[in-house]
Every structure is written in C-alpha cells, then in structure tokens.
C-alpha cells in the first residue's frame, strides 16, 4: 500500500508553467508504477500521464504531448508533472495515481490515489 499527497496546483496565467509534486509514504515507492489524472466539475477523470517504475518510459495522452513531462525521484519518493504553456482547458484538480503495473487510462483501474491538487489557468 502507498499513500500520495499532491502539490503544486495553483493560480497561474495562460502560458505559463506550473510543477506539480506527489509524495509517496508507506510501502516502496520504487515499486509503483505511477501516473496523473485530471478532473473538473462534471466531468470524467481523465488520464494525463503514466511512468514506469524506473522512470524510463513514459505515456502522454495525446492531446497533452509536447507540453506535459512526467518524471520521478526514486531516492525522493515524489512523482512530479511539468506543465508547459497551459491553457484556460488545463484547469482541474489533478491527482496522482499508483499501482504495482501499469492500469491503462481507465481511473478505476488504479488502486491508489492521491486527494489531488486544485489547477486553475487564467486567462
């Protein structure tokens, strides 16, 4: 079992960046495959990003790629979500998710979950 806790989200204006982190405690965070979802009000959970348990491979949704970057810090236990030139659209609560292999973009599909992190992009 691991716990999460994200950081990071903020009020920021369009066209900025923004760096989200996610703390891991309990269990071994090396042996989680982790990832990022998005969400706002009255919407579906949407999938952002997922990285391997080495941090070698990585997935983007498609329409986030080029402006997104998922990363991890083994030795830190923190996932972390660079996000680049952010739109108005990018405003959400983004969470972070984890799992002993790699769940697809499917939410329910991952096992543990952060309490998420508010996102808003002025404009």
């Known amino acids: 079992q691991v716990h999460l806790v994200e950081s990071g989200g903020r009020l920021v204006q369009a066209g900025g960046s923004l760096r989200l982190s996610c703390v891991a405690s309990e269990g071994t965070f090396s042996s989680y495959v982790l990832a990022w979802f998005r969400q706002t009000p009255g919407e579906a959970r949407e999938f952002v990003a997922a990285?391997?348990?080495?941090?070698?491979?990585?997935i983007y949704a498609d329409s986030l790629k080029g402006r997104f970057t998922i990363s991890r810090d083994n030795a830190e236990n923190t996932l972390y979500l660079q996000m680049n030139t952010l739109k108005s659209e990018d405003t959400a609560v983004y969470y972070c998710?984890?799992?002993?292999?790699?769940?697809?973009?499917?939410?329910?599909?991952?096992?543990?979950w952060g309490q998420g992190t508010q996102v808003t992009v002025s404009s």
């Open positions: 998710a984890g799992d002993l292999f790699y769940r697809g973009s499917v939410p329910s599909n991952w096992d543990y």
């Open positions: 990285i391997t348990v080495s941090g070698a491979h990585s």
